[in-house]
């Protein structure tokens, strides 16, 4: 449970949300947002801080936004047979509908190895599929990236991961 004065400078620190855009002029630009967001940790660890960062950030909405907590558990493997077989398996399917229907999407995750965890990166894989979804599950809509580590790098790496990706 957050103390009082550790809720407010938490609050300071995340809201309101500033979301860096890309525009077609190539240049960033900080906007306020504020809307549905859908929330999902990197981490499947029971006692994840990450988990922890992004039920706080929830919790801490301010009034006109919502972050509801979806999550990466139960997305199989990704594999290419198993999609042309079966097709997007249901934990996918569900995830790529309550992306859809939001306004943004916050990814909290730790870093692993200098980069994203594995099975964040498969999850985010199997989102992509088929291609001709990408621009409905992704394309205008914000996505930004925060992290918790007890490292000294502050999960650095991970989140500069969301640049490479643009
Ligand atoms: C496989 C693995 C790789 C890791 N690599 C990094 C790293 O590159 N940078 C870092 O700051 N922490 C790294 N860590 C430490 C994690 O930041 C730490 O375990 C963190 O608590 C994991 O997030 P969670 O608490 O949300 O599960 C690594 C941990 C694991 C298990």
Not at 59 to 82: C, F, K, M, N, W
Request: proline fraction near 8%; charge should be negative; aromatic fraction near 6%.
């Amino acid at each position: 449970m957050l103390e009082p004065d550790d809720r407010e400078a938490l609050r300071s620190t995340l809201w309101p949300y500033q979301i860096r855009l890309y525009t077609d002029s190539k240049e960033w630009h900080t906007e306020t947002f504020m809307g549905r967001i859908i929330g999902i940790s990197g981490s499947l660890r029971r006692a994840s801080f990450n988990s922890m960062l992004l039920r706080a950030a929830s919790q801490l909405a301010p009034d006109g936004t919502t972050i509801e907590i979806a999550s990466i558990r139960g997305i199989p493997l990704y594999d290419g047979d198993v999609e042309s077989a079966e097709g997007i398996p249901a934990p996918v399917q569900e995830l790529k509908t309550r992306i859809t229907e939001a306004d943004g999407l916050l990814i909290v995750t730790p870093e692993y190895n200098n980069s994203i965890p594995g099975v964040l990166k498969n999850a985010i894989d199997w989102l992509s599929r088929p291609p001709e979804d990408i621009p409905r599950v992704f394309g205008a809509r914000p996505v930004a990236v925060i992290g918790a580590t007890p490292g000294a790098g502050g999960t650095s790496l991970a989140v500069k991961w969301q640049i490479k990706c643009d």
